[in-house]
């Protein structure tokens, strides 16, 4: 979150905080935020998230570390962490697809076959549509 919210970001993040109860079962589910903590969890209140666990890494090399921050600009990367019986945590995988190159008109799916909305929309007949992004807020239905 720079000066405001990216709209991708969130509407991803809103598809996880509602998913975060099956998930707790089997992980621990982190949104971690370049954003001070205080600003990003007024920004979970607002958008109403109740169960995913946000994390500030501000002041830390964390998203540089782990592929989130490149010259200083905010990536979506997700990352997958592992804890053995010693406690020793491990890197375990990243989503670098980030990092390749889409094809021509396409945007980049790294993330895509976990983000529920893009999953229905490409079962529309208009699939995905070139000129739909997300948005904080999408007023009425029409």
Known sequence: MDETPCPSC?????????AEPH???????????RAPIDRLAA?????GWRHVRLLSSAGTTFARDYGGEVDGQQMPMLNVFTRDG?????????????YADSDAGEDPRHVGTIEVAW???DLL?????ADWEEQLDYGSCD
């Open 119 to 121: 999953n229905l929309f």
């Open 43 to 47: 920004w979970g209140r607002e958008r």
């Open 23 to 33: 998930v707790a079962a089997h992980a621990n589910l982190v949104v971690v935020a």
């Open 125 to 129: 007949p208009g699939g995905r549509g």
């Open 10 to 18: 969130t509407a991803f993040v809103d598809e996880l905080d509602g």
């Open 86 to 98: 010693a406690g020793t945590v491990r890197h375990f995988w990243g989503s670098e697809m980030l």
